[in-house]
């Protein structure tokens, strides 16, 4: 039997059995140096990039430190999505079927769009572990339905979404209702100017756990770029989801609005399209989710939202549409394929405006292969700077021939013809050279 490098941490013997049965042996760095820190009271800070396990970094120590003989609150997790929220909530009840029955861990999600009468109602038992939105969490203490004050463990998942999404003062609400040695614990990709006073506040000396990413995204992804070339981009999606035939394709666009028009499209031309995009009303929103995870749709079409907020497992191609404003989301989208060992594709639509964020990324790490559309399928193309690269290898070797050849002192006829000749002659040798280096 392989070895477990998930035992050192003496975790109880439920949560070892959970973790051989979802076949985890090694943990992720961010695991590696998080969970302790976790375990012995201290606040932190993980800064890592998206498909690093982080879940399970903070997931696995709150679990072990629940006490079931106290029937009170005593960890609140927060995430800036439903999707996002749920996701966690559904991996910690995968963790706790396997504890005892006399023991069970009782562990709550709250979220907006569900009813909240209805919950009120059931909060007449205080769960051991609340998930959930912070707006949904707050309402819940103001209403005294829900009692955080016996918490001693507040998690802040996607920091600095809650910021970009304006959760901050409901976080700091929910904060200030619970204990004064609070342990905090922070994850975020960034960690903005606006969101250091609310760290500030509550977290004193927090130790800071840097994930360096070894390289920007997974080694088993392949990125492609694809001209646009004032082509009908729509058309040149469905050409590519068509040529590809994805088990699981996503189309990412910037607006809620163009994932409308980009979805439509496709539905006309006979593809049956998912929709992922913050105007879907709460319970689309669910319905859509069960139907993707029921693998109902092989293409959907999303906003950033489903880079970071949502975890849909099984594909294998994503399709950038547009790029990004923030190249940061270039990462967390491509991240939703290439998971757990799989290999995967990312397809990059561009434009000539879209010159310095490309080069941008490369300088990310990010290596970027070439491909056009034709009626055949694929096919390898031109890098976008390969004519930019020509021109200034010609000019550099004007420049050369022009230094080797100095007009002579006494001028004969046709000298000017006969300089030409050896520039000429100098120029083709250069050209050769440069053609060899390639």
């Known amino acids: 039997m392989k070895e477990n490098r998930f035992d050192r941490f003496k975790f109880q013997p439920f949560i070892i059995e959970a973790i051989n049965h979802f076949g985890f ?46 029937q009170e609150v005593q960890a609140v997790i927060t995430a800036p999505t439903r999707e996002l929220a749920s996701q966690i909530y559904h991996q910690i009840l995968k963790i706790t079927e396997h504890c005892n029955p006399e023991q069970s861990i009782m562990t709550r999600c709250y979220i907006g769009g569900t009813d909240k009468q209805r919950t009120i109602e059931k ?119 068509l040529a590809y035939n994805p088990y699981l394709a996503i ?46 749709y092989q293409y959907i079409v999303a906003t950033d939202l489903a880079s970071r907020g949502i975890d849909i497992e099984g594909i294998s191609h994503v399709i950038n549409y547009e790029l990004p404003s923030d190249l940061d989301f270039y990462i967390h989208r491509v991240g939703r394929t290439a998971r757990a060992g799989n290999t995967g594709i990312a397809l990059t639509i561009y434009e000539l ?45 004007d420049k050369l021939a022009k230094s080797i050849i100095k007009k002579p002192q006494k001028v004969k006829p046709g000298y000017k013809k006969k300089m030409q000749w050896e520039m000429d002659k100098i120029k083709k040798r250069q050209r050769r050279l440069n053609q060899k280096k390639k």
Do not use: C, W
């Open 123 to 241: 909060l007449k038992v205080q769960p051991h572990i609340v998930v959930g939105t912070p707006g949904r969490i707050n309402d819940l203490i103001a209403d005294q339905a829900l009692f955080v004050h016996t918490a001693g463990i507040l998690v802040v998942d996607e920091a600095d979404m809650m910021l970009d999404m304006g959760f901050i003062e409901d976080l700091d609400r929910v904060a200030a209702r619970m204990p004064e040695n609070l342990q905090m614990l922070v994850f975020s990709a960034t960690i903005p100017e606006k969101l250091k006073p609310f760290l500030k506040k509550y977290m004193e000396n927090p130790k800071t756990i840097q994930i360096e990413a070894k390289q920007k995204a997974a080694e088993n992804l392949e990125h492609f770029l694809l001209p646009s070339r004032h082509r009908n981009k729509k058309q040149l999606v469905l050409d590519a989801l």
């Open 251 to 296: 189309v990412f666009t910037n607006t809620k609005k163009m994932a409308e028009d980009v979805a439509r499209f496709l539905n006309e031309k006979g593809l049956k399209v998912g929709r992922v995009h913050g105007d879907l009303n709460p319970r689309e929103r669910k319905k859509m989710m069960k139907q993707i995870q029921d693998l109902e």
């Open 25 to 70: 042996y090694e943990p992720t760095e961010i695991q590696e140096r998080m969970i302790p820190l976790v375990l012995k009271e201290e606040s932190a800070i993980g800064q890592s990039q998206t498909g690093t396990g982080k879940t399970l970094a903070f997931v696995l120590p709150i679990l072990e430190k629940i006490n079931t003989q106290r």
């Open 353 to 397: 405006s879209d010159e310095d964020a490309l080069n941008r990324l490369e300088k990310m790490g990010i290596q970027f292969k070439y491909v056009d559309l034709k009626k055949e399928g694929f096919v390898e193309a031109d890098e976008r700077n390969k004519r930019k690269t020509r021109v200034r290898q010609e000019d550099e070797a």
